[in-house]
């Protein structure tokens, strides 16, 4: 084959200078017309009229390692209330020693949730490393075998527990939820409302009277001399409020599942059980993994409403620290700083579960 | 040939059997926890010696209540404490969700914008709010409130009549006067006129194909009938302006610091999301319904109203009104920073009475009872709205 | 493609041009998308453009109604040049109709009320003349029976025919074409095309982007072929197809018609 001649003369015209490079961009922009270059101006100005005395305080001004007195003389933010205390915050009543074993656990964690963001490693024996990573965790932080110090729930706290009140929530509420929707989908009648009523229920309820209910009316149900200490039960009041929101979830999924998979595994001689585990559920669990890693974020940040029953999660372990005369008045530093901490843990998980949207509607 | 159709089958394969077999197994089941846990229940309160039912009601609650929108005082009854919890849920929730949607759609819009910076800072918004619990966020206001802000003494007065400090948010608002009344008719007799010429127009537009400028003309005369009305009533300017009395400030409209920071803390957080909503509904709308409506030679104005709008609020509203269902959840969180909504109000009387099941089964049916009617309303919009297909 | 009733393509068409695009270059970034485009539409003249894809056909007629925004050059309609006067562009918009590939048509109104919008908010027309236009279109398409229903209950080969309809309300001098057929299935694009091919009998002036030439062949008195933002040449469809000046258009034709 020749080359295709170019017969027809081909100029570099290189397109007019206010479209492109800075000037361009700046122009298209910032200023493509009256009414953008106008908001340009107005936020320009109002930028200017907050950020620099907000780098001034919080920044130029502030002190960052120095003791409480030190504090009271600064005009600007008092960081220091955070390397004296993060232990606490981060630990709470942990016995001080001892504290490398829930900093491993979570390691432990993130080291997980880091390896299983790859979906190429979504295979068997990652689910068993989950599975073994969990019981390890929960050993690190119960002890009492293996020659580690037994260390009472009562005094898991902080960030150890905000995240084990997630972690352990989904992994118990997921397969409840799965339960839940696969019943609603039943067409056995009893079956179906029993399940539509609880969702229904646990769903039209705010999350705190849930845990009241963990609180205060658990305890009632159990025979006399038996008690559940209050991290359990306010754990088990997540759970069942997870799984309800969880199921909603999966029955969209399973509602997205064409008529023909169920009958080509009917025509196969499949039963109930082996097509929901075999055929159906893979697929419609796949699908719906970005509302449900949203579910997880949700779980993540509903955690800190345990405050109110008075657990030491990672909300109350900071309150208690402002709450020491030493360090009255510099709320804004800690709960910016926590608030940077639950920002960072959603901000991946939001980026993440977006990401995995795309690639799966791009159906790789 | 044998016929085997209606051959009769040993129960424990016959599917239908075995279906009414295992749902009676389900119940069984579901019966004796229940009846496990009520016995226990029942045993439990006779030892700790808890009264049951809804007796305590009509007993005198005396707790006081900081704020309430109707009289109460603490020889009131429990009820009327309870009455006076809903009635402040229902208020900030009311005015919660009527900001929220205002904040949630312009940063939205703003999300879109072409102006890189305002989509930007948009942009940064609303994932910062939304992933920060919105517990914290309260905390985080009414911390502002008790630790930064000054006193009433020094109260940063950034506009007249506006104070703000420690013990909250005081602004001015007019005396009332009988002005007030007959502005308030005028302004209804304004919507009932903007309704009829809406109707004319539209008769008017069909007959003859001429435009009437229907939207700046409801405008003038929605603004305008109550400005006329107030200057025919000797316009009064008379303020009631907050002034400081000994440690705080009386006169004016007083919103206290739990208030506002319940109020700041859910509006933020729920904006984010319903900015978010926002922005999905108007990118639904595919490109090429623009650029079709604009072949035609509609205007940008019209091809908003006409095309794009229709669209976007189909896909906008479900999840616009399960975010507000969010707010009047999240405004239980009231509890924990001293604004006695429902939840902070059973709370006290549970700690009062000690009858928990009573209690918490209240705030569960009051709640009950809001998410049932959101999910009514919107199935019955989402049938109305459908879109007609095949 | 069989064609019974091949449309008169004498050259005696009116002298007036209708459309000129004069040196027109258009960069979408740094990318030169269309270099020097000179083209000459007449009034009734049919012309077909085709080319590979990523050569700019589509972003050609786009600029014509102002959907895409040319840097350099002028363009013409009906005698009102086009820049970025929103009274120039809202006129050209009201005489130049476009198909669309997707056909775009508006969900949420039924197919009356998707072909009097224009006319009604436009053209100021009263609602019972719109009407009566619009079914007067929608027989002419053959399609008169669905006027209640909603484009989501109609194939794609009604909605495109539905949607040449509601351009026609407009009562445009030119109608655009971008892909009409692209995006339907094989038996429904004969029905466009026959659609498509009544309206050239009747005098209306077309510019279509289209890869069917067996339609071009019966219909067009133009072929044009683009590559690379250009024009690299056009011509009667006889001499183009029978005799391809240019080694970029033998290509292109060995490869579309086999």
């Known amino acids: ?364 | 040939m044998k016929n085997t159709a209606s051959e009769t089958v040993p129960f424990w394969l016959d599917p239908k059997k075995r279906a009414i077999f295992f749902q009676l197994i389900t119940l069984c089941m579901v019966g004796l926890l229940a009846y496990y846990l009520i016995s226990n229940t029942i045993h439990n309160l006779k030892r700790q010696n808890i009264a049951t039912g809804l007796g305590f009601l009509h007993k005198e609650s005396s707790f006081e209540i900081g704020e309430s929108l109707i009289s109460y005082s603490a020889a009131s009854s429990y009820g009327r404490a309870l009455i006076v919890g809903a009635l402040n849920t229902l208020y900030v929730s009311s005015i919660g969700i009527i900001i929220t949607v205002i904040l949630g759609t312009v940063a939205g819009v703003a999300r879109l914008s072409t102006n890189w910076l305002v989509s930007k800072l948009a942009a940064i918004y609303i994932e910062v709010f939304q992933d920060i619990p919105v517990l914290l966020q309260l905390f985080f206001w009414y911390a502002i409130f008790y630790e930064t802000l000054p006193s009433p003494r020094q109260a940063l007065h950034p506009l007249p009549g506006v104070f703000i400090c420690n013990r909250g948010v005081a602004f001015a608002v007019p005396k009332a006067d009988p002005a007030h009344g007959y502005m308030a008719i005028a302004f209804l007799t304004g919507c009932v006129l903007v309704y009829l010429i809406r109707r004319w127009a539209n008769k008017r537009r069909d007959k003859t194909g001429q435009l009437f400028p229907v939207f700046r003309v409801s405008l003038a005369i929605l603004v305008g009938f109550p400005l006329v009305t107030w200057w025919l009533a000797g316009a009064p300017t008379a303020m009631s302006t907050p002034k400081l009395v000994g440690f705080n400030f009386t006169g004016g409209k007083n919103f206290s610091p739990e208030f506002i920071a319940l109020l700041l803390g859910l509006v933020l957080y729920t904006a984010a999301f319903v900015a978010e909503v926002v922005r999905a509904g108007i990118q639904s709308v595919s490109k090429g319904q623009t650029e079709a409506a604009m072949s035609l030679g509609l205007r940008p104005g019209m091809v908003l109203n006409l095309v794009i709008l229709p669209q976007a609020l189909r896909v906008i509203i479900p999840p616009l009104t399960s975010q507000m269902l969010n707010l009047t959840k999240n405004s239980t969180l009231a509890v924990a920073i001293g604004y006695p909504d429902f939840v902070s109000v059973a709370n006290t009387t549970i700690n009062q009475t000690g009858q928990a099941i009573e209690g918490v089964a209240l705030i569960m049916v009051l709640y009950l009872i809001f998410s049932l009617l959101t999910s009514a309303i919107m199935n019955w919009y989402n049938k109305k709205a459908a879109l007609v297909e095949r | 493609m069989d064609t019974e009733s091949s449309v008169t393509t004498e050259q005696n068409l009116p002298d007036e041009a209708i459309i000129e695009i004069i040196d027109m270059h258009k960069w979408f970034g740094d990318f030169h998308v269309l270099q020097g485009i000179n083209l000459t539409v007449h009034k009734q003249e049919r012309i077909v453009i085709c080319g590979p894809s990523g050569s700019g056909k589509s972003t050609l007629i786009r600029c014509i109604n102002r959907l895409e925004e040319h840097q350099r050059g002028r363009i013409v309609v009906d005698g009102i040049e086009l820049t970025s006067n929103i009274k120039n562009i809202e006129k050209i918009r009201a005489e130049v109709g476009m198909v669309f590939q997707h056909f775009n048509l508006f969900p949420h109104l039924n197919i009356v009320e998707n072909l009097t919008l224009g006319p009604i908010w436009v053209r100021k027309t009263p609602k019972k003349e719109a009407e009566e236009t619009a079914m007067y279109y929608l027989e002419k398409v053959h399609i008169a029976e669905q006027a209640k229903k909603y484009p989501g209950q109609l194939s794609g080969g009604q909605q495109q025919r539905v949607a040449i309809a509601r351009s026609l309300c407009m009562n445009p001098k030119v109608m655009l074409f971008d892909e009409p057929t692209s995006a339907l299935d094989p038996e429904m694009i004969k029905e466009v095309l026959d659609v498509m091919i009544e309206l050239a009998q009747e005098g209306m002036t077309m510019i279509v982007v289209t890869h069917e030439m067996g339609f071009a062949k019966s219909v067009a008195h133009r072929v044009l072929f683009m590559d690379s933002g250009q024009i690299v040449e056009g011509n009667t469809p006889e001499e183009f197809f029978e005799n391809p000046q240019h080694d970029r258009t033998k290509l292109f034709l060995s490869q579309i018609l086999h």
């Open chain 1, 1 to 364: 084959m020749t080359d295709i001649e170019h017969t027809i003369k081909k100029e570099e015209i290189k397109p007019p200078v206010v479209h492109v490079g800075v000037i361009g961009w700046i122009r298209k922009n910032l200023f493509n017309n009256w009414y953008n270059s106008l908001l340009t101006v107005v936020t320009i100005f109002f930028l200017l009229k907050i950020v620099p005395p907000f780098i001034r305080w919080a920044f130029i001004d502030s002190v960052w390692n120095t003791p409480s007195q030190a504090c009271r003389h600064a005009t600007g933010a008092c960081w220091s209330i955070i390397p004296h205390n993060y232990r606490f915050i981060i630990f709470g009543f942990f016995p001080y020693n001892l504290q490398w074993r829930p900093l491993l656990a979570m390691i432990m964690l993130f080291a997980l949730l880091f390896f299983s963001q790859n979906r190429k490693h979504w295979k068997k024996p990652l689910a068993y490393s989950w599975i073994v990573g969990l019981f390890v965790m929960g050993l690190l932080l119960k002890g009492g075998l293996f020659g580690l110090k037994s260390v009472d729930s009562t005094q898991w706290g902080g960030l150890v527990l905000t995240l084990l009140l997630s972690v352990f929530g989904l992994t118990a509420a997921y397969p409840l939820g799965v339960v839940l929707a696969l019943g609603r989908q039943s067409k056995m009648p009893a079956v179906k409302t029993l399940c539509v009523v609880y969702i229904e229920m646990i769903r039209g309820v705010p999350l705190i009277s849930l845990l009241f209910m963990a609180s205060i009316i658990f305890p009632l149900f159990l025979p006399e001399g038996v008690t559940i200490n209050k991290i359990l039960r306010a754990q088990a009041a997540i759970i069942l409020f997870t799984a309800a929101y969880i199921a909603e979830v999966v029955r969209g999924g399973l509602q997205a599942m064409p008529r023909g998979q169920y009958e080509a595994a009917e025509s196969m001689g499949l039963n109930y059980y082996q097509t929901m585990r075999l055929i159906i559920l893979p697929q419609a669990l796949k699908i719906v993994i970005p509302p449900t890693v949203s579910i997880l974020i949700s779980a993540f940040k509903d955690t800190s409403l345990v405050v109110i029953i008075a657990l030491y999660d990672l909300l109350k372990t900071t309150q208690t620290v402002l709450s020491d005369p030493r360090w009255l008045g510099y709320s804004r530093e800690a709960y910016i700083f926590v608030a940077i901490i639950y920002f960072l843990g959603c901000f991946s998980m939001s980026n993440y579960s977006r990401k995995l949207e795309k690639e799966l509607s791009r159906g790789d």
